[in-house]
């Protein structure tokens, strides 16, 4: 028999054409996708009115001999942190992800310069690729006598070990003399101050201490041993507050595991809050298994994201977390950028770290984590206060419109990515 009238090889023949052609048009629509969904970005944007965003105001606790306060307002953390920078007697430690040349940012600039000439130590770090927007003149009216590493998006030593030598700096810390030290998701900017709800930490006292540890690792990778951050002593171990930093350059990524672990030990309740929500795998069924075993779990994300793929991808998680009981809380009152979490009224973390790859297995990050009681109360009120500003997703959800749930799949080889 001739093989062209062989019913299965003339199958195969077909699918050997067939599916290359679909190969391809499966990897084009990614970017398509991808174009399409930045180009309705930027119409939503031009079109979408910017909204004050609620205060709820600032909560306090102390843990051990530590002061602990959370911020939910910039206005209000941006003049402390001034404050904080005016008072500075010996040091002053900084490492933030965007860096706004507008008011706000030019403030900061005016501190820096003024702690330098009385003479306080100043380090600062800032990441490249966040602030390429930002004219280099903006941040060279730095005093000579301020130290500043610009953090490379992609190192001179990234062909030795592009693993260890690339990673953005997300990290978003202030550290007043040793004592006084602030961490969370506010960046530097009129817009945060105004128009983002987030969530920051300042710990007075003893907890300072692993944040400045984080900070003078950082700027000792990059620098040699005369130019060096030195190491100074913590005032006592602490068991309830501790610092979760991850460090590309070692190829550390602690906060993936501690929140694997703080999940895994819920009893009762789990309530994140994270502005994009691309989990992994394990982190999604870490999540769905403590829904599964009676646990109130309930993730706040934002309705409208500054990121509109951001938005889609995290869409695509939210049918299996529906089924699996896990609440889906979408944050309407303006762009939510808080980084938090609180588990079991025991258990709260505090940082700049987002549940996606590119923050748990890519960035520097830096997460607080805290085992106290009243604090994890304190945190609760803030979960409150935001979910009242809400809308829960319901099985309403599962019915959205089949091109709806097609562009979803589309978008899933982009997980990885983001």
Known sequence: MSPLRNPALRQADSLRRIVPWAVAGLVSAVPATVAASMAIDLLQKRGRKTRAAPRPGTFSSTVEESELDIYTDGATLYEDMLDAIGSARESILMETFIWKNDEVGQRFIDAFN???????????????????SVPSSFYHQLSEQVRVLRL?????????????????????ILVIDDDVAF????????????????THLRSVGPGAWGLRQTIAEVWNEFHDSGEQIAWVPPAAWESKLRVSANLP????????????NAFARARKRIWLTTPYFIPDQQLLRSLVEAAERGVDVRVMVPRESN???????????????????????????????????????????????????????FNYETNVEVIDRAFAAEMEKVFDCDSMHCVELGSEWLNRHRLTKLAERALVPMRPWL
């Open 249 to 260: 350059i070692h190829l550390v990524y602690p906060i993936r595991s501690m929140y694997l």
């Open 307 to 361: 990121h509109i793929l951001g938005d889609w991808l995290s869409r695509g998680f939210f049918e299996q977390m529906i089924n699996s009981k896990v609440t889906v809380l979408l944050y309407t009152a303006s762009m939510i950028h808080s980084k938090v979490a609180t588990v079991d009224g025991e258990w709260s973390t505090v940082g700049t770290a987002n549940i996606d790859r590119l923050s748990l297995t």
């Open 152 to 172: 490379p998006t992609v190192a001179r030593r990234f062909w030795r070990g592009p693993m260890r030598h690339s990673g953005f700096n997300h990290s978003k």
């Open 183 to 198: 961490v969370g998701g506010f960046n530097i900017g009129s817009l945060y101050a105004r128009h983002w709800r987030d």
């Open 114 to 132: 003024a702690a330098s000439a009385r003479g306080v130590e100043v380090h600062l770090i800032y990441d490249g690729f966040a602030n390429l």
